[in-house]
Each structure stands twice: as C-alpha cells, then as structure tokens.
C-alpha cells in the first residue's frame, strides 16, 4: 500500500527519452540526391558502423556477469538484486570473530583515490581485507597528478605491478569508465565516485539499508533532499530506485540545488520540503558542501536549515515508520538536525556497515568469486 | 597550365549552373565553361570528370592550424595538405596561436610556413585585442595592411563590454570584418556539454542555451550601435537563428555559420563521456540539430564550416571534462555535407553555395565560383566512393574525430587551387 500522497508515475520504468546516438540518424539512402545525374550502380550502400557508444556494455561480459561497476544506470534488476542478496551473505561474515572469507586470496586491489575521502576509501579497503585481497591505497591528489603525470601514465604504471582491480575516486564525471576501457582485459574497475555523474556502490549500500527496513520496493514513496544538482548519490540513487520498482521517487531542494531535466530520469520535483516528505517512507537527506552554503547558490547555512534541514517537527509530516538516511558526513544543524541523525528513525550508521558487505559483495561478484552460502 | 577537366557535373551556385559540362582553365583562371574557348590549344592536362561534381573550392573560415605554438598537434603545412585533401583550396586560420597572431610578424611568418606546401592557402584572422587578453585594441591596421581577413578574439571572451564596442567600431572605421564566439562568460562557465537531461544524466557540468543567446544578443546591440561587419563562427542553438534573421531584417551587416558535425550530432552523444564528442560549443539536443539544418538549407545561416581543431592523441587522452574539446573536421567534412544532402536535409547547390561562395563573399574573395575569368580553385567530388576515415585515409595530423572508424562516402579526387593541382586521388 502506498503511504504516499501526490502523483504516481504510471510508468516507473527507466526509459530514455531518445536512443543513447543520434550518429546513425542520416543514414544515407540507397538513392540519394547527390546521384540523380548518374545512372545507379548496382553496389550496396555503405552502412555506418553501429555507434562508438556502448554505454553498458562494458559494465557486463559476455555471460552478462558484471566485469566493472561503474555506473547503476541501465543495469538490469536482477542484477541489483543479486547484489543486495550477496552482501546480505556478507553480513553474516561482519558478525564472526574472524571476519575473513578468502575468495579475493592472492588478488590484488588498488584503491585509486584522485579526491579525499575516509569513510568509503576505508570500507573499500575493509572489504577488500575481509575477501583476503591484499590492498594498496594511493591518494593521488598528493601525489603524481601534482607532478604532471596524465591519468593514462598513473594508470599504465599502475597496471604494469599486476594490479587486478581499481577502485576510482575521480573529480571528473566519467573517469572511471575512460580507466575501464584502457586497463586490461583480466582488469576491473569499480567506481567510488565520479564527478557529478555516479556513486554505485553508495547507492547499492543505500538500497540494501532501504531493503532492511522497508523490503517491498514496490510501494515505497522515497524522497531525496537537498544538493541534487552536485551529488553523484543522488544520481545513483535515482537510478538504483527506479530499476528496483519503487513507484514514487521525489527530489525536493531549491531551484539552485537541482539540475534542469530531472524529471526525465522519473522523479517528480518538489521545492517545498514539508510538501515533499509528506508522507513519504524514506527520506535521504544530501550533504551541502560547506563551499556551497554562501554562494550565489545560497544565501547561508543558516537559511537552508530553516528552509530545507530536517528537523523533528518536520519529519512527523512524513510516514510513520519512515526512516532518515544521510550518505554523510552529515552537518548537523545545515541540513539536519542532531535531534533527527542520532534519533530512532535514523539509520545512518547502518549505513556505514551495511557498506562493507555490500562492497564485499560487489567486489567478489566483480572478481568472478561466488558469495558464500547462507 | 592549361587543363580541362572533362564531363563532370558543374555545380556553381553563383551563375545558377547546374549541368555536364567541361571546365576549361588557363593559368590560374577558369578560361571557359562548355566549349572550349578560341585559342586554348591542346590542354596539358586533361582530367575526367565524368560521374563526379565539380564545383568552386571549399572555404574553411575558422580552422586551428596549431602553428606556431602546438605544432605537436599540427602544422600549417599538415594541415593545408589535409584541407586540399578534403575538397578546401583556403583556410582561415585563427589568432589562437603562441605567439599569437596579434603583429604583422606572426601572419608573415604564416605565410612563410605555407609557402611551397601543396595545399590550400591559408589566410589568417588577426586578434581583436591584444594578446587576445579583451583589454587593449589589437593593431588592426597593421594586420589589415599584411593581409588578414578579419579580426576575432577566437573564442576568449571580452568580458568588457566597453572594449567590445570599441573594437567592433575600430574595426568597423578600419573595414574590417570581426569574427565573433557568441558565449556569455558565466553562464556554462565552468560547463563542457550541453545543459540538460542529459547533462544531468553524464554528471557533465552544462552549458545552457543562454549562454549563446545572451552573448549573441549583446553582440548584435553592439554591431547594431558600430555599424560593424560581423560573422558568428559556429552557431549551436535553435534559439540562435531567430536573433539573426532579425538582425539582417533590421539591416545589419551580419552572417552565421554552423560547424558540420553539429548537424550530425548531438547531445546524446556525449551519453557515454565520450571524448571525441567533446566540441565548443558543444553539441546540443536534436531540436537544435534540426533547427540548424533547416536554417542553413534555407539560407538563414549562411556558412557551412569544417570547424577544424585537430589534436594529439594525449589530448583527448582522458575523461570528458579533462581532455581538450575540438573535432578534426576537414577530412570528414565532404561526406558528411552529402550525407545531409541524400537525406534531404539541404540541396546540393545549396550546401556548395554554403562552404564556398558565401565564405568567398565575405573574405572578399575573387574565388567560389567557375565563372569565367574567377580564380581557378576548384573541388572534383566523387560522390558515390565508398571509403573508411581511418589512420591510413585521414590526411589532418589530428586524428580526434567521433566518426574516426566509420565507413563514408564521397570523396575529394582533385583540388585545384589557383589553376594548380594539388590533390589528385587518380595519380
């Protein structure tokens, strides 16, 4: 039953509004204008090649196994499901006193960090620790971009240690999956935040929390708050939301803080919190970069606190059992209030753990292993 | 040298021909159109035309030949060969370079470069302002006075409006026409594609259609309040072509042009962070396409333009945002103003009149066109070879094309350029 109130898109699925090329649109005809002076020759027409552009496939093999994971846009449902029924297994190894399985034993993983970040370079590499991988860390922000060195010679000489798998954090959108297809074939790719443009496995952890508490996907009201317009969550989210059937997905923030066309991705757009969380059954309120509270996005923190942060009076407007997700790290008192991250609708610790096993599970699928048996 | 080329389909639209006819050219001219004028002689070299159009050369009039300064990426000589190769007897080249083509020194040093190559010509657009820098006025005169074309600030924005107005009234006192970049300077600032679902979609930082249309829109007050000749390189936005057909209706000196491969592409494109599709301005969505196409098939742009930028490899070596927009469009660019023409897009004479006589007018050119007594520079198209844009084919150092790997057809056979055969595919 839908706790929801407003408008349900009759179709929730994920349908681009065009084809993904327009490269193919002006085929040329077999008779063409150019050739009415001329008497016709009886040789075929050329056809163009099919497009350069093969956005998904390289997320898939041949098997339609995930080789990289780079992005949740157009991947199919199953194969989210799988993941979350993975990382599920996972738990369980979190829970042991020995919290190892040895499924990744002798693979080599890199986190390839180009911007700052703790709490998912550190699960990252606590998943990786508990598949039995051996794990580097190398925060190239401070170290050989400084020097000059392009992203293709950091990753050409990343590669020539033998390295089996990288996990990218990049400023640009689409630096992991221009790494994917220069790395070698046996190589594989998982993308830890690119730009505006994707955090998979945030999204994925984020499901698998939303799967804990609330399991039925497919009539949840979920309502994404605040800097659309910045955030690779969202995004991912976004999509992970409508692939896995949820019928209501609202984003709701100032015109500033959401992108043009987000109603092409099948949200509705909401600039009234009170109106956007009414009754919804999850609410994910985003980070508001601290560069981004006085700007000419923002007039202050202190003004979309007032008008957009999440405060207990609010969130009664919301369903009952709603619970309260953050990515974080959270500010408190910009976009939330402490009242609210540390009360009891708030589950973003679990969160955090939750994001261990569900890189498990990525990174095991990802190397071809199998999840252990329940 | 007295040639004839033979049998071919003569397309010139300045005279409005359109038939089978022999081309007959003595010294740098065309001699004759049809019969073979009293006097000629036995031509010395005699090329068949039949099956093919022959028509006035194309003009490129905005094309980055990366020389002096990134000759890593391209030279003038590289590039000349390539334009001949693609059907082009003169490129424009921009001020763009290091050092930039703001004294007399640089467009002669050009000119040195070209000397000897056997290619197009080039002929150079001086900066607007100094060093490009939008604060002090460029030494116009000079640059006039060694032969530059026009005058543009190549895609750096003047952000003062003050000194817009004050070049395009310098250079207007001077005759001169400026080349304008329409881009607001904030808006899309930090953008490299197209702002809109889709840029939501890729993560890409946008670009709106503002941000054209604002920049347009001051630059025409301006033109309107100079008196000035001014040309828009490269238009992107539907929007675009209403501000100017009003500016023309209002009587201003003013003319468009708009690059092939957005004609062909679009935003969709950049779907997957493609870099080869990453271009200034950038592509945009398909209503833009097509209202583009109609434009230029009706005349309301004037110009066709290869909008060449070619580039290493490192270059475009890395993700969207990171690598260096530009596409290398003279070698591509033939098929795919045919490939507009079989799909009924724009007519033939119409395409021609596009890339050679309208840019010849406003260079104030005695070439684009076959009247007799024009300069000999001349295009041989076969508009039915089938060939592969590929390392071997394409003749621009630059390699950084989104159709690179495609199959093509139609193909440049012969260039000449003034009465001189400097590409020819049959030898």
């Given at each position: 039953m839908l706790n929801c109130s407003g408008p349900i898109p009759c179709d929730s699925s994920f349908a681009p509004p065009e084809p993904d090329s327009s490269r193919n649109r002006c085929r040329p005809p077999a008779?063409?204008?150019?050739?009415?002076l001329f008497p016709d020759h009886p040789d075929t027409p050329p056809g163009r090649g099919d497009?350069?552009?093969?956005?998904?496939?390289?997320?898939?093999?041949?098997?339609?196994?995930?080789?990289?994971?780079?992005?949740?846009?157009?991947?199919p449902r199953e194969l989210l499901v799988a993941i979350l029924d993975n990382a599920e297994r996972f738990t369980v190894v979190g829970e042991r006193a020995v919290k190892k399985v040895p499924l990744a034993r002798g693979k080599t993983v890199v986190n390839l960090f180009f911007e700052p970040s703790t709490r998912t370079r550190t699960t990252f590499e606590l998943a990786a620790k508990r598949l039995s991988a051996d794990v580097m860390n190398l925060n190239i922000e401070a170290s050989a971009t400084r020097k000059g060195e392009s992203l293709a010679d950091t990753l050409r000489t990343l590669e020539a240690m033998n390295t089996d798998m990288f996990v990218v954090r990049h400023q640009d959108s689409g630096a992991p999956e221009f790494i994917a297809r220069q790395v070698a074939p046996d190589v594989s790719v998982i993308n830890a935040g690119d730009g505006r443009h994707a955090h998979p496995t945030q999204a994925m952890l984020d499901m698998f929390t939303i799967r804990r508490h609330k399991p039925a996907f497919d009539t949840l009201c979920v309502a994404i708050v605040g800097d659309i317009a910045h955030s690779r969550v969202a995004r991912s989210e976004i999509h992970a939301l409508k692939i896995l059937g949820v019928p209501e997905v609202r984003v709701v923030g100032p015109k500033t803080l959401l992108p043009v066309g987000l109603e092409a991705l099948g949200v509705s757009v909401h600039h009234d919190l009170d109106e956007g969380i009414a009754g919804a059954d999850v609410i994910i309120m985003l980070r508001l970069q601290q560069e981004r509270m006085q700007s000419a996005l923002l007039p202050s923190g202190h003004e979309y606190f007032h008008t957009y942060g999440l405060t207990p009076a609010r969130l009664r407007r919301a369903a009952r059992d709603a619970i309260v997700m953050h990515p974080g790290p959270i500010n408190r008192g910009v976009e939330i209030d402490s009242a609210v991250a540390d009360?009891?609708?708030?589950?973003i610790l679990q969160q955090v753990t939750h994001g261990i096993a569900v890189r498990m599970a990525v990174m095991s699928m990802v190397l071809g292993s199998h999840a252990p048996g329940p | 040298m007295k040639i004839r080329l033979r049998g071919g389909r003569l397309i010139d639209p300045a005279t409005g021909t359109d038939t089978i006819a022999d081309l007959w050219i003595d010294g740098d001219r065309i001699a004759a159109v049809g019969r073979k004028p009293a006097g000629f002689g036995a031509p010395a070299r005699d090329i068949d035309a039949r099956e093919r159009v022959v028509c006035p050369g194309f003009i490129e009039i905005g094309a980055r030949l990366r020389e002096p300064g990134a000759e890593h990426k391209a030279s003038i000589a590289s590039e000349l060969v390539a334009a001949a190769a693609g059907g082009f007897t003169t490129v424009c080249c921009t001020p763009d370079t290091s050092p930039v083509i703001d004294t007399p020194a640089v467009v002669e040093l050009i000119n040195q470069r070209a000397r000897g190559v056997r290619g197009a010509r080039v002929r150079a657009l001086g900066a607007l302002t100094h060093g490009l820098g939008g604060e002090v006025l460029a030494e116009m005169h000079a640059l006039k006075a060694i032969g530059c074309v026009g005058v543009t600030n190549a895609g750096r924005a003047i952000r003062d409006t003050n000194v817009l107005k004050n070049a395009l009234a310098y250079a207007s006192t001077l005759g001169l026409t400026v080349f304008l970049d329409a881009e607001d300077p904030w808006l899309g600032a930090q953008g490299v594609m197209h702002e809109g679902a889709r840029s939501t979609r890729t993560g890409l930082p946008g670009i709106p259609g503002a941000a054209e249309l604002i920049g347009l829109a001051r630059d025409l007050v301006l033109v309107a309040e100079t008196g000035a000749r001014a040309h828009f390189r490269t238009l992107s936005c539907a929007g675009s072509v209403k501000y100017i057909r009003d500016a023309r209706k209002a009587g201003l000196a003013v003319s468009a042009d708009v690059g092939i491969a957005h004609l062909h592409l679009t935003d969709a494109d950049v779907a997957a962070h493609?870099?080869?599709?990453?271009v200034r301005p950038p592509l945009r969505a398909t209503r833009d396409r097509d209202a583009l196409r109609r434009a230029l098939a009706r005349g309301h742009l004037d110009m066709l333009s290869a909008h060449h930028e070619p580039h290493d490899a490192d270059a475009k070596a890395a993700p969207f945002a990171a690598s260096a927009p530009g596409i290398s469009g003279l070698d591509s660019f033939l098929p795919l103003m045919l490939e507009l023409v079989d799909a009924g897009a724009i007519d033939l004479g119409r395409a021609i009149a596009a890339c050679a006589l309208a840019p010849a007018r406003l260079l104030d050119l005695d070439s684009g066109t076959l009247a007799v007594g024009a300069v000999a520079d001349v295009t041989v198209f076969d508009p039915r070879h089938d060939w592969t844009l590929d390392a071997t084919s394409m003749r621009s150092r630059g390699h950084n094309s989104p159709f690179f790997g495609q199959r093509l057809r139609g193909r440049v056979t012969q260039t000449l350029v003034g009465g001189r055969l400097v590409h020819d595919l049959d030898a």
């Open positions: 008779h063409g204008a150019v050739e009415t497009s350069l552009l093969m956005h998904t496939d390289i997320q898939l093999d041949e098997r339609g196994q995930l080789r990289h994971f780079l992005s949740v846009e157009q991947l009360g009891s609708q708030s589950v | 493609d870099a080869a599709c990453h």
